[in-house]
């Protein structure tokens, strides 16, 4: 369509050949200049400069935006600060300060009337060997390790179905899990304890059938608390395996199938390494909040069941002692912060793997 | 006619990657000018940067003789049409239209007589009310050339606009905008890696690669007289093949010494001299082969030739042959009834011929286009042909 | 799909038997003793349980509102300066209260207010609110603008809105279901939250959960069925609310 409107145009070649071109670029031929990377495509999309005006930078998206040379940093680093500094502020006067002040007073007397005492001492330090708390320790230890591989067992099942069902039901069925979430949490330990109770509705059940007799109890035992805390983790770690399901691209599983792997081979080998970020989130969800479990214990452990929580609780609002529950809080965060940096540490070596790999021709 | 939109030795690093590399660029006003070139090349840079969503490292931008290089995209007379059309999702068609006189502040009447006539023009009054989530992909292309046109831009950039679109719509799309352009008139700017896209709908075309512009001009020029080894490659199918001016016997043609061929005549346009080492370059299209030898004419190449892969497709023919060990690519269009015709087969052998004037020569190729070369085969530790 | 089926039942049984109790005449909920509306009855004539709610609805408001604001910022520096080394700090500080468990959080801000010699009460209350919530709803914002199509800002740019306009017009009206989301996920936690107002909370500083705790330890089951029943109640029409919005918006 254009040839025929175009005058200028001259449609014998030879003639066209004597011209000079048009383009006043640099001449082809000498292009010994640096040779020109013409990988990663730049930006189209994505935030250019939504923030500031001309004197301003352009973000640093490392996804799609450019870093902006070296012009104008300061400007920009200013309004970095300026925006983060409110929650920064407040997360460190909130969240760091109060920390190291666990780990401060955990080396401090108690005062008889309750409060921090003055002046330093090991003491407090040195009766956390005392047997009775390595039993709770040990007990805690385990109860969260047994309550993680039992959410884990049932989520597996769980988010993959939800990832392979009908778009539509997928999110109905997330729904139907999420709702109870958002129920009261006490609520809920409460009716299972009410459930567990020796007058509860379960008991009665097992009475009727012959399971039980009627001086067994259910409450007041760690295998209820394993319950009540299954079944208030569950939701924490469907969601993120139904997540990496969701990701996954199942015509993997499918081909190993075609190659000849059995069912639960393909599931073991191809499904479980595809969301092994998943399954890295839902360890973390279950296991750390486990660890510092306080309510459930409390409501249907019983003292056979006492778990760091509950010695804590104690140690602040019965026995008064500030100094011995921040010591045993110390302890607790380094438990709680241990596998986080493990994680971290492998997943950034795992980054830096990956960036060196990438970079080989 | 001025030249009205000029980019002045402009270049734009991002991180390591050189995106845009001292470019010089003139569009006149009321052109079409496509920017063509493979992913990464530099051309949707070159669009941000008449935009405003960039700023070059170096050069300048103007419009109609003004400097732009400094003023922000909202303060440019130019409008983009984005890959993804970005249409403001909360709004309705309508308002999406009538977004950028809303901005303006202009008179409530006029913003909507105006929407209604630009409805008109794309055709889609009865869907003014419609969110975009609900409008097909051509719909949305076009509501998203009526949002920029509206406010009468002196420069529409499009970037890529028709790639989201399958083949049958794209095909629809392209004479769509090319009817836009010829009523509004404006300057297109138009980005895209399609060839066909760039040709069909342009005045002129810029080929770019690795942020440089390899060649500017009309579509046919680009095609039939590319200046480097990049854009005859990129553009359509051709046959290169090494060698050496032996001498010009007159001043038009010049003989070339192509190992394993004899003298081959080709048109002298680059005023090239003997000894000069040349790649020859012959489009698969303008060589004619059949059964029989043709008759002998001045000013022709005749070469035998076995025919080695035939690939059939319909109104024409791809044929490779091999020709003194080279492999060439021979394009023949059926302009007659196939079936009546006494087909040629693998292994027959059959004569090439194609006119001097045909032919072209490039003094120089990129190391990255050797492996089009059309070597005859090599035996292993032999040094390399010609060299 | 079996598994599935079960969990779902499990999850929604002690719900289901806590609904029905609650209109059970019977003290002991094991044996339907005959329908009755008197444990409700007494919650409304419970002045604590009153007391609790007007504390409750006090935090939640403040501290949604302040989390918001706090938490929405965060968001924009995490997105717009992500890899640069302050934000790592600042992401692994907001990422922190989302992974520890609540005592410690709890007891490490006891800690503090004591050591700085705070009375505890609803102010301190609302300060770890805010302190949790924030986290949550920098992700969820957080979420919504690594999402969010920015070339729809440069789209309003390039037809002649200048920076505030283009917020106002294009980035605020399309995060909104986002920070919407943020501010009710702030609200929820905030009403539902135990462990953390118990460490921090003072005389007279009830909050609705420490009033249904001390229910549970000491008090009376039939009331709390009730209570619970009716906080289910306002929860899922909260949650229906927000879908039906979330619809209409559309």
Redo the contacts between chains.
């Keep these: ?3 025929r ?2 005058e200028s ?1 001259d ?1 014998d ?2 003639q ?3 011209s000079e ?6 001449d ?2 000498s ?1 010994k ?2 040779p ?19 004197a301003g930078a ?5 996804r ?1 935006d ?2 902006r ?1 070296e012009t104008a940093p300061r400007r ?1 680093r200013f309004q ?2 300026l ?2 500094l ?3 502020f ?3 006067l ?6 190291l ?2 780990f401060a ?1 955990a080396f401090r007397p108690a005062n008889p009337y309750g ?2 005492g003055a002046g330093w001492t090991l003491e407090t330090i040195r009766a956390l060997g005392n047997a009775g708390y390595l039993v709770i320790a040990w007990r805690t230890v385990w109860i969260s390790l047994v309550t993680t591989m039992l959410c884990i067992l ?1 989520s597996l ?2 988010g993959y ?2 990832a392979r069902a009908p778009e539509k039901w997928q999110n109905r ?1 997330l729904m ?2 999420i ?2 979430f ?7 330990v ?6 567990l ?1 020796p ?3 379960i ?2 059940v097992l009475e009727a059938t012959g399971l039980a007799g009627p001086q067994t109890t259910l409450l007041y035992h760690p295998a209820a608390v394993v319950l009540v805390m299954v ?1 208030t983790f ?2 924490f770690t ?1 969601l993120p395996i139904y997540a990496a399901a969701e990701k996954f691209d199942f015509r993997l599983v499918e081909a190993a199938r075609d190659l000849g792997a059995k069912p639960f081979q393909a599931f073991r080998k191809i499904f479980l390494p595809g969301i092994r970020r998943g399954l890295v989130t839902a360890v ?2 279950v296991f ?2 486990a ?5 459930i214990p409390d ?1 249907v452990g019983g003292p056979a069941s006492e778990m760091v ?1 509950n010695k ?2 104690q140690r ?1 609002f019965v026995d008064r002692n ?1 100094p011995h ?2 010591a045993l ?1 110390a302890v ?2 380094l438990a ?1 912060l241990a596998p ?1 940096i493990a994680v971290l540490v492998r997943q950034r070596k795992k980054d830096k793997a990956e960036i060196i790999i990438g970079e080989a021709p | 006619m001025a030249e009205f939109l000029e980019f002045r030795g402009v270049s734009k690093r991002f991180g390591t990657i050189q995106a845009v590399g001292d470019v010089s660029l003139e569009i006149k006003k009321g052109e079409f000018f496509s920017l063509l070139g493979p992913s990464g090349c530099g051309k949707t840079t070159m669009l941000r940067l008449a935009a405003g969503f960039e700023e070059p490292d170096a050069g300048r931008v103007f419009l109609d003789g003004r400097d732009i290089t400094d003023l922000p995209p909202n303060e440019r007379k130019v409008n983009t049409i984005f890959q993804s059309y970005a249409l403001f999702p909360h709004m309705t068609v309508r308002d999406n239209i009538a977004f950028g006189l809303a901005i303006a502040k202009r008179p409530k009447t006029e913003i909507g007589a105006e929407v209604d006539k630009m409805l008109h023009l794309i055709q889609m009054t009865d869907q003014a009310d419609k969110r975009p989530d609900l409008l097909s992909g051509g719909q949305k292309q076009r509501v998203a050339v009526a949002r920029a046109l509206i406010n009468r831009p002196d420069v529409l950039l499009l970037d890529e606009p028709l790639a989201a679109l399958d083949l049958k719509l794209r095909q629809k799309m392209l004479i769509e905008l090319d009817l836009i352009h010829d009523e509004v008139g404006i300057t297109f700017l138009y980005v895209t890696h399609d060839q066909a896209e760039a040709m069909s709908l342009s005045d002129r075309i810029a080929v770019m690669d690795s942020g440089r512009i390899e060649q500017v001009g009309a579509p046919a020029e680009i095609y039939e007289s590319p200046r480097t080894s990049f854009v005859a490659a990129f553009i359509g199918d051709t046959n290169f093949l090494k060698g050496r001016v032996l001498d010009c016997p007159d001043r038009e043609y010049c003989r070339l010494d192509i190992a394993g061929l004899p003298g081959i005549l080709c048109f002298n346009d680059k005023h090239l001299q003997p000894v000069q080492p040349i790649y020859l370059s012959i489009r698969p299209e303008k060589i004619h082969i059949s059964h029989e030898r043709p008759e002998e004419e001045p000013q022709r190449n005749y070469l035998p030739a076995v025919v080695e892969d035939v690939i059939y497709l319909g109104s024409n023919t791809k044929y490779w042959v091999r020709v003194a060990g080279y492999r060439i690519q021979v394009l023949r269009q059926h302009a007659r009834y196939f079936l009546d015709e006494k087909p040629l087969r693998w292994k027959d052998e059959a004569w090439i011929w194609w006119h001097a004037d045909d032919g072209f020569m490039l003094d120089h190729f990129r190391k990255a286009d050797e492996g089009l070369l059309a070597v005859p085969p090599q035996k292993v530790g032999e040094p390399f042909n010609g060299e | 799909m079996a598994m599935t089926v079960l969990i779902l039942v499990f999850f929604y049984l002690p719900i289901l038997i806590l609904v029905v109790n609650s209109f059970n005449a019977a003290r002991f909920s094991s044996s339907w003793q005959g329908f009755t509306l008197d444990w409700y009855a007494r919650l409304f004539h419970s002045p604590e349980i009153w007391l609790s709610v007007r504390n409750t609805l006090i935090i939640a408001v403040s501290s949604t509102a302040v989390s918001l604001v706090l938490g929405t910022a965060a968001a924009f520096a995490l997105h717009r300066y992500a890899g640069s080394r302050l934000q790592r700090v600042h992401y692994t500080l907001i990422y922190t209260p989302l992974v520890v468990p609540e005592i410690l959080m709890g007891i490490s801000l006891l800690m503090a207010f004591v050591a700085a010699g705070t009375g505890l009460g609803l102010f301190t209350i609302f300060l770890a609110h805010v302190t949790f919530s924030v986290s949550y709803v920098a992700m969820v914002v957080l979420a919504r603008l690594q999402d969010f199509d920015f070339s729809l800002i440069e789209a309003a740019q390039d037809l002649g809105a200048n920076w505030w306009q283009s917020t106002l017009k294009v980035l605020l009206p399309l995060l909104l279901p986002g920070l919407a989301a943020g501010g009710l996920l702030a609200f929820t936690l905030s009403v539902d939250d135990f462990v953390i107002t118990f460490f921090v909370a003072g005389p007279g500083s009830t909050t609705l959960p420490l009033r249904i705790y001390s229910m549970i330890k000491y008090g009376n089951p039939p009331m709390i069925n009730a209570l619970s029943t009716l906080l289910l109640a306002v929860t899922l029409t909260a949650v229906i609310a927000s879908q039906k919005l979330a619809r209409l918006k559309r």
């Design positions: 369509m254009s040839l409107r175009r145009f449609p070649i030879s066209k050949r004597d071109p048009l383009r006043r670029a640099s082809v031929r292009s200049s640096a020109l990377r013409s990988g990663a495509a730049p930006p189209r999309d994505g935030a250019a400069r939504i923030w500031t005006n001309r352009g973000t640093a998206r490392v799609t450019p870093v040379g920009r970095e600060w925006i983060s409110p929650t920064l407040w997360l460190t909130f969240i760091v300060i109060p920390t002040l666990v007073i409060g921090i049932f099942p769980t179905f939800i069925l139907l899990i709702v109870p958002w129920t009261s949490f006490l609520v809920r409460f009716a299972w304890r009410s459930l109770h007058e509860g509705l008991k009665k079944y569950l939701p469907i973390l969800v750390i909040p660890l510092g479990s306080y309510i409501l929580g804590i609780a602040v500030l529950a921040a809080s607790l965060i709680v986080l």
